[in-house]
């Protein structure tokens, strides 16, 4: 009898132990997990360190990629650039907007109403400052762009509403 209560105190014990193991090495998996495959979109491919960021960009281009921060607006070139070429991302150069997308706003930031291709940008909730907003981030870096709103233009409805600091223009 005192056997068999001991058998089932060291099998509680090994089932509670072994779903603590599990818990921890999913939690180990997270940082991980974030240099994942193309083809899950939530996840940026590149992963690099805050330090190594801080180096490679502009003091204004941390602040808005990677800080999440917004420019003043009317202050990118970007916003008048009327030309035909690639709006890259400024820190790992992933093509995002087309220039065919490009539209006046009127708001001061460089605006689009779709981007090259969905599997390129990362949108999420964004409920910051009081309002719930669509953070779009991008897909391969994970750097924080702007948002997205539904007040665009035809075909889409959409807004892409970027900081012009986040891109980087190559001519067509
Ligand atoms: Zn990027």
Redo the contacts with the bound molecule.
Sequence with gaps: MKNTALYWVVCGLLLVGSFACFALINRADLPTASVAGMDDPAKPR?VKSDAEWKKLLTPEQYYVLRQQGTERPFTSPLVDNHQKGTFK?A??K?PLFSSDTKFESGTGWPSFYAPISKKNVIERVDKTLGMVRTEVE?G??G?HLGHVFEDGPKPTGLRYCMNGVALEFEKK
Aim: net charge neutral; charged share 0%; hydrophobic share 20%.
């Design positions: 590149i991302c820190a790992c992933t991008c391969g870096c750097g």
